[in-house]
DNA sequence: ACCTGCTTATAGTTAAAAGCTATAGATATA
DNA sequence: TATATCTATAGCTTTTAACTATAAGCAGGT
């Protein structure tokens, strides 16, 4: 018993015949026919009594059609499910992020939502290489948004876009009437840094130490945010990507331009080779790599 | 999308291999990889990884096996509402039934509850010959057990047993004596008959007349039991079917036999010729059949 | 490094099923 | 009585679901 010939028998008794149902199933009334008479046969019941004039159902057929119009009628929902579910999966996607791509990304995922509103988004806050590889390998997230170029063959790693670090200064603080600093100017300022293991202290050590300095830390922070609430009191200076500036912009804090070639950074989108994106998943990915950062 | 491929997918998803699906599906691994793909194909998504290895289902294959076990668990659960629905159909029987039929066949239908337990009796207690044949046209009722021999095409009429009617005496009555009576014996007592249009008044009547007799109607009633009722209270005479006061024996009533080769009748089994009837509906009529009422 | 065994995919074929056209047969209606 | 309409039957074609045989990929043992 198929759920095609239910529909058959359903609309056989609808029309009360087979001729008008027939075409109304865009197929020939001998053909239709056959299909309920197997149908019949299968279920071993009767369920037309038929005359060469006209049909009628039988008792048993009544009842039959009440639960073959409820089974069908759930199997056509069902595929509705489906093909929603093709295009959005369970409706999640899970990201990973770096907190400095936030503020760019979220204004990609705003016109996203407009085209899949019912989307639901977790995002991991990432910190790590050792985290970022994990979390993609083990499907934690659909992808990451990383300034780690990662080295894995199984995971995919595309540029999004090159930025540098800019200085972030009190607005009266004496380097603030610069046009550009230097990495000296800064070595010798109270000097805020992410914490061993956090985003873009790597960057800045090694831009430091490229150039044979070393700045005066005087405080270790987890978030790009506190930095900024700490240079905002006045309690010293930090270097920050870009785009953080640009998309977080702050009342009284002024970037500026660091000439030194070391202190720039890349950010990928990273995922995992073979993962099966739903469509959704890839307009979104579509959409990122699109959007111009700068 | 068929629910057979759905329970191909299942399995596959269960067993998280083609070959070992394919044992338990009783088909070849070829023709299951097939059909898999086929499916992965109609959805246009991709529902299980691969390798030469093994195999596991996508974040989506996850979420359409859910919806898919689902679906074929209501389907199965449908196949199995219609086969036992295919023996006892919507769970009723609706019987039209003459008062002095009661008694033997509520024996029939105790054996049979054995069997059907969970069927569900109507019984239309049917008096003149039109409205047990409106009754079998319009479909009021599966079939009737009717004294009435059917002159209609479309009904098929099946007698079950001849019976005599008999005397109805209380036991000190002066004819309570006898071992057999004449209706000659009968015509000068006070008598007890059915109303105009209920049963055995005109079997009764008929008798009479064909002796050229006429019974001394004191009492006329609709039920067979008030008429019972009447005697014991030794307000009258009445004429029986012989398997009501088999049946239905009064403290007191004596039945004798009549000699009279008018009075007595057969009693029918009559249906719809071509109605459909469940295995059930058939299993009660052939137990009504071979029941030995004397 | 190279078999062995297990697993899935591909190719080619067969069998079953679902469809078609043409037409017979039956009966209401004109 | 002829006509139109409807279902059933017969015979054929197309599509689909199976099958067998075999290739190809990989893990594990030798």
Chains 1, 2 share one sequence.
Request: hydrophobic share 40%; aromatic share 10%.
């Amino acid at each position: 018993m198929e759920i095609r010939k239910l529909k058959y028998f359903i609309t056989v008794a609808d029309e009360q015949s087979f001729s008008k149902a027939a075409q109304i199933l865009h197929i020939s009334q001998p053909s239709l026919s056959n299909a309920i008479m197997k149908l019949e046969n299968d279920l071993k019941m009767e369920l037309f009594k038929r005359d060469t004039r006209s049909i009628y159902l039988t008792d048993i057929g009544e009842v039959f059609y009440q639960r073959a119009l409820h089974i069908v009628r759930q199997f056509e929902h069902f595929q509705l499910e489906v093909a929603e579910m093709a295009e959005t999966g369970d409706g999640h996607i899970n990201i990973g992020i770096i907190e400095s791509a936030k503020f760019w990304l979220f204004k990609v995922i705003k016109a996203f939502k407009n085209t899949y509103p019912d989307i639901h988004f977790q995002f991991n806050e990432v910190l790590g290489q050792k985290e970022v590889i994990s979390s993609i390998l083990e499907g934690d997230v659909h992808f990451t948004i990383t300034n780690q170029p990662m080295h894995n063959q199984l995971i995919t790693s595309h540029p999004l876009y090159h930025e540098p670090f800019m200085l972030a200064v009190y607005e009266t603080h004496p380097l603030a009437r610069k046009t550009s600093v230097e990495l000296t100017d800064i070595a010798n300022q109270a000097f805020i840094i992410s914490r061993e293991g956090f985003q873009t202290r790597g960057d800045v050590l090694q831009a430091f130490m490229k150039e044979q300095l070393y700045p005066k830390i005087e405080y270790e922070i987890e978030r790009l945010e506190t930095a900024c609430k700490m240079v905002e009191e006045g309690l010293g200076v930090t270097i920050l990507p870009k785009s953080y500036l640009d998309y977080n912009p702050t009342p009284h804090i002024i970037g500026l331009p660091i000439t030194s070639i070391f202190l720039n950074r890349t950010v990928y989108l990273a995922y995992l080779k073979d993962r099966s994106m739903t469509p959704a998943i890839q307009k979104l990915l579509s959409k990122i790599r699109q959007f111009e950062v700068f």
